[in-house]
């Protein structure tokens, strides 16, 4: 019982990690625990920590929590780990296949970075046209959105925090349009710096926050509103930082 | 309808497919995660027209998408948040926060009241969208175990 109940705390913490809704997690957990014959299941769950506590027939309560750090979009991840939860409910796995099939799914392809790259780029590319930017901007953007790529990238290993990371990928994309502007490759930087902010923005973690506020998670919303303020934050920040110290020294 | 309409249209369909690829988003549901930004902007450009409000426009679009979001989760047995996230992408408001960030440094407090409400304004009205979706989703779906 306790090796399965650890499996469903390790499949809840991946869930939560590749950026499932609190309450997603949350049912899954229960449903889980419930399928492996707990009594009593009590789930308590926020974006950053999870406390589960079971109680078996024997009369014997397990409890055991998980502190989340990390948050980075992963889908396919999540679609795999959603399926796996279903399967436990409805078959009786041993802890030692869902460990397998637990494995399987952590370790679930990615794409290829340069893939990754290339969509950044795209990325602000067709946001600049989306926004009302001609063709050449639309160029400039798509190579601004390629270095913040890289950027976030290089952030990602060197900077912890994430906010600082994206207030400095700003600060370089902003830059970045400014200086194309002043070599005369595009006459006005708008729509080069909007076509990136899209990349940056908390756009996603703004609309998460309010769901789960509204889904009656009210802490794990405001952590995530929170979060996606701050971020906002950042990303304005980066911007004013490159307009005032480029209107003293650069034009 | 316009040029530069079906552009913005193209548009956001190479983003939204961008951002699912960030997402690692993979296969069939690739293909209908674009497929939903598309839809979410062709939405937009209609009702924007119909109604002439944009707040109460990205309320309808986001509802819709959502529905979109519901129906294609249950056809490709993955979780709603995977058509949902990046069928919005397109309705981020980044050029109003953008304009929002510039009044704020040319210190003009006026302007920059009114575009950070409108921001504002547009964010909630998504959010709530998807908040109204999935509140029926759910009555429905506790209706439908009992």
């Known amino acids: ?251 | 309808m316009v040029k530069e309409e079906i552009l913005q249209i193209i548009a956001s369909f190479i983003g939204s497919m961008g951002f699912a690829i960030l997402f690692n988003i993979r296969g069939n549901r690739l293909f209908a995660a674009s497929i939903g930004g598309l839809l979410s902007w062709l939405f937009f450009i209609l009702i924007n027209k119909a109604i002439g409000s944009e707040v109460v426009a990205y309320f309808l679009v986001s509802c819709i998408i959502s529905v979109y979001a519901e129906i294609m989760a249950r056809i490709m047995k993955s979780p709603t948040t995977t058509f949902v996230i990046t069928s919005l992408i397109p309705m981020i408001p980044g050029g109003s926060l953008y304009y929002t960030m510039v009044s704020a440094f040319q210190n003009n407090g006026n302007d920059f009241f009114q575009k950070a409400t409108h921001t504002l304004e547009l964010a909630a009205a998504l959010a709530l969208g998807v908040v109204v979706v999935t509140a029926f989703m759910r009555m429905f779906h506790k209706s439908a175990n009992q």
């Open chain 1, 1 to 251: 019982m306790l090796k399965l109940f650890e499996c469903a705390m390790d499949i809840g913490e991946q869930m939560l990690i590749s950026g499932a809704e609190v309450y997603r997690v949350e049912e899954s957990i229960n449903r889980m625990c419930y399928a492996f014959g707990a009594k009593r299941v009590d789930v308590f769950i926020i974006t950053s920590s999870m406390v589960v506590t079971i109680y078996t027939n024997e009369g014997e309560t397990f409890t055991q929590s998980r502190r989340v750090t990390t948050t980075k979009f992963n889908i396919e991840k999540l679609h795999k780990l959603n399926d796996l939860s279903r399967e436990i409910c409805e078959k009786n796995l041993s802890a030692e296949e869902i460990r397998k099939k637990l494995e399987k799914a952590v370790n679930s392809k990615t794409f290829p970075l340069w893939l990754e790259f290339l969509s950044s780029a795209a990325i602000g590319g067709a946001f600049t046209l989306f926004f009302g930017g001609n063709f050449t901007e639309a160029v400039v953007s798509f190579f601004v959105g390629a270095v913040v790529w890289l950027c976030l990238y290089f952030a990602d290993r060197f900077i912890p925090n994430k906010i600082f990371s994206k207030f400095y990928a700003s600060a370089i994309a902003t830059l970045l349009a400014f200086l194309s502007v002043k070599f005369g490759l595009i006459q006005v930087e708008d729509k080069v710096i909007i076509g990136n902010i899209m990349t940056l923005i908390p756009g996603i973690g703004l609309t998460n926050a309010i769901r789960d506020l509204f889904s009656g998670d009210s802490i794990a919303g405001l952590l995530r509103f929170t979060d996606a303020a701050l971020t906002a934050l950042a990303i304005a920040a980066g911007y004013y930082l490159i307009a005032v110290v480029g209107g003293v020294f650069l034009w």
